[in-house]
């Protein structure tokens, strides 16, 4: 089984103190064994023992202990001894994978998507224009309309009308209500790869972009295998793959039943998937063909794709597989939507997604 290889340990290459070094590992290993502490500290223990990276006067004792008194684990409660990662951990391992996967972001104005549209926004543009009724006299040019009531009228008959007054054009500033779907069916660590553990850090970055960077932003995270649920940010780092089909249609009607609840005019939903479609409900019982492509399935899938794109709901899906014949399904998913597909591998996966949130041009109403 592919697994995730380390780079070698070079001494007098440190990059920060052992501790540091150590705190990075560890925060990478927890995503990958979905906040095991003691998993996690086993993979770190051995990774210490094949390139030495703790010395004499700093031990991996050392570092468990300092993970105790910085307030990053703590036991899990309830006469349970095992410790467990604290909310000061589940944030610096967001923090992480933003820095890993967006690390080459340009600092911006936070909370604020810029639109190639002026008009009525928040932020001053270098163009002026006249006055019309309805404009906000928060974004009036006073300069210029003083000097054009100068011109006008001379200075000993000075006087403002609403001809001499000009207003800063402003950019509109759009705000986003995203739904993250994760697939998370058996197929999401089969065929020798863990296709999962980019998923969630890819989601925990965005998660914290978001967070942090654009407040007036909405993310809201679900999972699909069988059925769909929503899930928290900081439940991310805990979730697993399941002996799950693939119910995409679950996974969309819970993303529009949560987008519809949204005020935000723009509105669209990430998928990340490695599989097409096998699994529908009819009624309390499931339909699944582990062949997928199932003429039922897809037809319950597509319906979606097209009320989405009426809803003007873009779909963008970010396939982490290439085999001929999902390709083909997920041409026909995206023209039925209208949305955007990226075949992604799983290292360029952050950064297909960074760029399409950036860059997603939306329709203002």
Not at 214 to 234: E, Q, R
Not at 320 to 336: E, S
Request: with cysteine; proline share 3%; aromatic share 10%.
């Amino acid at each position: 089984m592919i697994g995730w290889r380390f780079s070698e340990y070079i001494a007098g290459d440190k990059k920060g103190s052992v501790y540091d070094q150590l705190l990075k590992l560890f925060k990478e290993l927890l995503v990958h064994t979905s906040g095991n502490v003691s998993e996690a500290l086993s993979w770190l223990t051995q990774l210490d023992k094949q390139y030495n990276i703790t010395n004499a006067d700093y031990g991996m004792a050392d570092f468990i202990q300092d993970l105790i008194d910085k307030g990053f684990i703590e036991q899990e409660g309830n006469g349970n001894p095992n410790f467990v990662p604290s909310s000061k951990m589940e944030i610096a391992m967001r923090r992480q994978a933003l820095d890993d996967i967006f690390g080459q972001l340009k600092k911006s104005k936070q909370g604020n998507h810029s639109t190639n549209f002026s008009g009525n926004g928040d932020e001053f543009t270098s163009e002026l224009k006249p006055y019309e009724f309805g404009d906000s006299l928060d974004n009036l040019a006073i300069s210029e309309s003083l000097k054009n009531a100068q011109i006008n009228h001379g200075i000993d008959d000075f006087k403002l009308t609403h001809s001499d007054l000009e207003m800063h054009e402003t950019y509109y500033q759009s705000q986003m209500s995203t739904v993250l779907m994760i697939d998370i069916s058996h197929s999401m660590i089969l065929y020798g790869e863990d296709r999962i553990t980019p998923a969630k850090r890819v989601a925990m970055a965005l998660g914290e972009l978001i967070t942090t960077k654009y407040k007036k932003d909405s993310l809201d995270i679900i999972v699909f295998g069988n059925d769909a649920w929503a899930i928290k940010l900081k439940d991310l780092p805990y979730l697993e793959v399941g002996p799950y089909h693939t119910n995409t249609v679950a996974g969309l009607e819970l993303a529009m039943n949560i987008l519809r609840k949204r005020r935000n005019p723009n509105k669209q939903i990430f998928m990340i998937t490695d599989g097409k479609p096998t699994c529908i409900k009819k009624g309390k019982k499931y339909y699944k063909n582990a062949f997928g492509l199932d003429k039922q399935i897809l037809a319950r899938t597509m319906g979606l794709a097209v009320k989405c794109r009426k809803l003007q709901i873009p779909i963008t899906t970010f396939m982490i597989a290439r085999d001929p014949w999902l390709v083909k399904f997920v041409d026909q998913f995206t023209r039925a939507n209208n949305g955007k597909a990226y075949y992604s591998s799983l290292d360029g996966l952050g950064q297909f997604i960074f760029k399409d949130y950036k860059n997603n041009k939306l329709r203002r109403k």
